[in-house]
């Protein structure tokens, strides 16, 4: 089946830093994936559509200058959350769609990482 | 905002009872997806059904979809404590190039 990794799992980080985080389709290509974040007890937010290749499309509300996207391949993406400060701790999880397998939107499946968990102090 | 609504918000019950959870939404679909998250993980896909679909089987799950009331539900059979986790639904809304609007998700507990 689809794997998709993400690295790291968790981050510790101090405030004013920078965290990156990359997002990998293991065993298949491709040229949308997905970033979302999670706060405890809650549901997955969609924050960001990564395309490789293009600009990233960010959903309202999301900053970004805040949360850097790039999709410089068809198998990684990667989130830069800059300047992280303590409300910026979160889960986060990216998905990612199968080239080949998603040829039309009615039989499409996202594959998501394990995720995420980043901390700022 | 999230559009999906999902009840009940947790349900508990004991090893080999079912487990029904709801979802309902506001707009039109391509298809429907339910995702299970055991916690701190990530999302692990359970089953798609298309809005041309009424129900479809996978193993011990069983998903029905009403698109004239905007509904879905998830059955889970002969339940395992190893089926304790989260479950989400998640709306590939029309015309969304596929971004997907997640539920509020149903904390389930099967006690041993």
């Known amino acids: 089946g689809a794997v998709v990794s993400q690295h790291p799992s968790w981050v510790i980080c101090k405030s004013g830093t920078s965290v990156k985080i990359e997002c990998r389709s293991l065993?298949?290509?491709?040229?949308?994936m997905f970033w979302y974040r999670q706060f405890p007890k809650q549901s997955l937010m969609l924050m960001a559509t990564s395309n490789e290749g293009s600009k990233a499309t960010y959903e309202q509300g999301v900053e970004k200058d805040k949360f850097l996207i790039n999709h410089a391949s068809l198998t990684l993406s990667t989130l830069t959350v800059t300047s992280a400060h303590p409300e910026d701790s979160s889960f986060y999880i990216c998905?990612?769609?199968?080239?080949?397998?998603?040829?039309?939107?009615?039989?499409?499946?996202?594959?998501f990482g394990p995720g995420t968990r980043l901390t700022v102090l | 905002s999230q559009q999906g609504e999902e009840d009940p918000q947790a349900l508990s019950i004991q090893e080999g009872e079912n487990a029904t959870m709801n979802c309902s939404y506001k707009t039109s679909i391509n298809n429907l997806q339910w995702y299970r998250q055991n916690s701190g993980r990530g999302l692990v896909h359970l089953i798609l059904?298309?809005?041309?679909?009424r129900e479809k089987h996978s193993g011990r799950l069983r998903v029905t979809l009403d698109t004239s009331k905007k509904s879905s539900s998830l059955l889970i059979t002969a339940s395992r404590a190893a089926d304790t986790a989260s479950y989400f639904c998640a709306t590939d809304r029309s015309g969304s190039g596929s971004r997907l609007t997640f539920g509020e998700g149903t904390q389930l507990t099967v006690n041993p």
């Open positions: 059904i298309r809005s041309n679909e």
């Open positions: 065993d298949f290509q491709a040229t949308t």
């Open positions: 998905s990612a769609r199968d080239l080949l397998a998603g040829g039309t939107t009615s039989t499409d499946t996202q594959y």
